[in-house]
């Protein structure tokens, strides 16, 4: 081998020791590598960049967009409350998870998908009395499964395709070739993920709202023009709200306390809760429901939704408004933000939010201009303001976001415009039609992952222009022998293994030059190889770390450690003989 491949490998090597040993982001890490690579001249500063460059890539940056706009848009919100209802169990819960996940993380990529769902999920949990740690873990999987459905359902299959394509020069795979191996697979383990699992996952219950550090009132009214009009409590789903309840409905200057279940909602109804700030966020979202003051004439900071921040901020004692209510304070006028709840001293305040004299020391949550933060968080009015972070869905637009995502897979899938330009024409369409701002889709793309990405691509065209790829190939083939097979359950292996090690995009990346030489020195079909790679580099169960939906669920589920290896090891097992049986009852491995 030349000094080239040396290094290359060399590099490598310390890179899968760097992001197993070294608590470091794997972009950086990956960075850092592409840069060795690029100062050695193992790669020109052209080959090195290359992989930002590239087509899957490209087209993992324009479907987070696309992603982006279905949930600007409230369209998975929709989803929940039309698909997951009050299932009778928790086995049937689990499966009115996994079933729409799954089916959106085709289409989708599965991280926005799953980011999306998590506070879907969490605010459902809450209102079924179901512990998180139930159903978390199960809509990861989901999402995993589902992203093998399609070419667009995950990062790593993008990439795959794009970097096939590069080092073979052929135009790529379509969208649906690799159904015919994720199907199957999607389906033994969904049936894995609805039966096995929810005797393996524990119960990890989040406090009460009794329990909760915080607690919040929050007032919100019935818009007189809204889908919850002639609804009862219970069908509006305002009961039964784990950390939130229903306190009391203010209508036409009476007060109604013990609200029943079966109370029917009017227009401009106030509806006064107490909880804690994650579930009045839950709350705000749901279609119908307006911030109380203000509800009978709509105000100006109400307007263009999708610019409203979220924000939560503490009353100093210089505060203009302290001691005085907010109508009396003109704070909307003033500050331009509508209070939505207010805490004192970590409790609900009793009474409507018209009554309530502000003290130095409230929380206060309020909906603000997109400028508020910047202008106020060195005033001496508030401290220890906090962005939230939540867009007010525009459900109003949801049926066109839907529309242009399934006007992207039809194009893509008649062959009309690559999987790319159909990304890119429904991407835009989410902006020209205000499904989305400008500020919102940039805020979709997820930097760190498209980084790691396109870093990893580097070191892959490093092991395949240096000679690398096919060195190690070669030993491969000598240690596996001449049979198909036996190669076939050699490179599944490894790429899991390295999955759960470092990421499923590193480790794809890596393995596809290696792939392509083995193939190309025992003339096998190359098709099955790389759908292998791509189903091996997803299977990632057993650890939070090999995959980012893992990651992103362990916080939320109040997941161990362990609790992934309990749960994910049968899983690895299931999916990885039914993708290696599949393929090779499917495919002719031989060219």
Not at 229 to 241: D, F, P, S, W
Request: glycine share 10%; with cysteine.
């Amino acid at each position: 081998m030349s000094i080239e491949a040396w290094i290359a490998i060399a590099v490598t090597m310390s890179t899968l020791a760097a992001l197993l040993l070294v608590n470091l982001p794997p972009y950086l890490v990956l960075m850092g590598s592409l840069t060795i690579l690029s100062v050695s001249g193992v790669l020109s500063g052209a080959e090195a960049f290359a992989g930002f460059g590239n087509t899957g890539l490209m087209t993992v940056a324009v479907m987070f967009v696309v992603a982006g706009g279905i949930t600007s848009t409230g369209g998975v919100h929709w989803l929940v409350q039309n698909v997951l209802g009050r299932p009778s169990s928790i086995r049937t819960a689990v499966f009115r998870v996994y079933a729409p996940v799954a089916a959106l993380s085709g289409f989708l990529n599965n991280t926005p998908v799953v980011a999306t769902m998590i506070p879907a999920i969490s605010s459902w949990c809450r209102r079924i009395d179901a512990a998180p740690s139930r159903l978390m873990i199960p809509l990861s999987y989901s999402a995993i499964l589902g992203g093998t459905l399609t070419m667009i359902g995950t990062s790593t299959n993008l990439v795959v395709n794009g970097q096939y394509a590069d080092l073979t020069g052929e135009p790529g795979f379509g969208l649906f070739a690799i159904t015919i191996v994720g199907l199957p697979v999607a389906v033994i383990g969904g049936l894995m993920i609805v039966f096995v699992l929810p005797k393996i996952l524990p119960d990890r219950r989040a406090p009460t709202a009794s329990e909760s550090l915080r607690e919040f009132t929050v007032e919100v009214a019935v818009d007189a023009n809204g889908p919850l009009v002639g609804k009862t409590i219970e069908q509006a789903g305002l009961r039964n709200l784990r950390t939130l309840f229903l306190v009391e409905i203010g209508r036409q200057g009476s007060v109604l306390t013990a609200v029943d279940s079966e109370e029917v909602l009017a227009g401009h109804d106030c509806l006064v809760f107490a909880g804690d700030p994650d579930a009045i966020k839950d709350l705000l979202a749901i279609r119908g429901l307006v911030p109380s003051i203000g509800a009978k004439q709509q105000p100006t900071i109400l307007e263009n939704r999708p610019e409203r921040r979220l924000v939560e901020a503490v009353v100093s004692t210089n505060c203009d408004a302290v001691g005085r209510t907010l109508r009396d304070s003109q704070f909307r006028e003033r500050y331009g933000a509508v209070v939505l709840a207010v805490s004192r001293n970590g409790q609900r305040i009793k009474g409507g939010l018209g009554s309530i004299r502000i003290e130095a020391g409230d929380s206060l949550l309020m909906e603000a201009r997109p400028g508020f933060i910047n202008k106020l968080q060195n005033s001496r009015d508030f401290l220890l303001i906090n962005d939230l972070d939540v867009d007010r869905p525009r459900h109003d637009k949801a049926w066109m976001a839907w529309s242009m995502l399934a006007g992207a897979v039809l194009a893509a899938t008649t062959g009309l415009l690559s999987i790319l330009d159909a990304g890119l024409l429904a991407a835009a369409g989410m902006l020209l039609t205000r499904c989305m701002t400008p500020a919102q889709a940039l805020r979709t793309i997820d930097l760190p992952v498209i980084i790691t990405i396109g870093a990893s691509l580097g070191l892959g065209t490093a092991l395949a222009t240096s000679g690398a790829a096919a060195a190690i190939a070669h030993q491969v083939v000598v240690l596996a022998g001449d049979s198909p097979v036996l190669l076939l359950i050699l490179i599944y292996i490894t790429v899991q293994l390295l999955t759960e090690m470092i990421t499923n995009n590193g480790a794809a990346v890596i393995m596809v030059p290696i792939a392509l030489s083995i193939t190309e020195e025992l003339g096998l079909a190359t098709a099955p190889f790389m759908f292998a790679v791509m189903m091996a580099a997803s299977a990632s169960f057993a650890t939070p770390l090999g995959y980012q939906t893992n990651l992103m669920v362990y916080g939320p589920g109040r997941y161990r450690f362990t609790d992934f290896l309990k749960a994910g090891i049968p899983m690895n097992i299931v999916v990885g003989i039914t993708t290696i049986a599949t393929i090779i009852l499917v495919f002719d491995l031989r060219a």
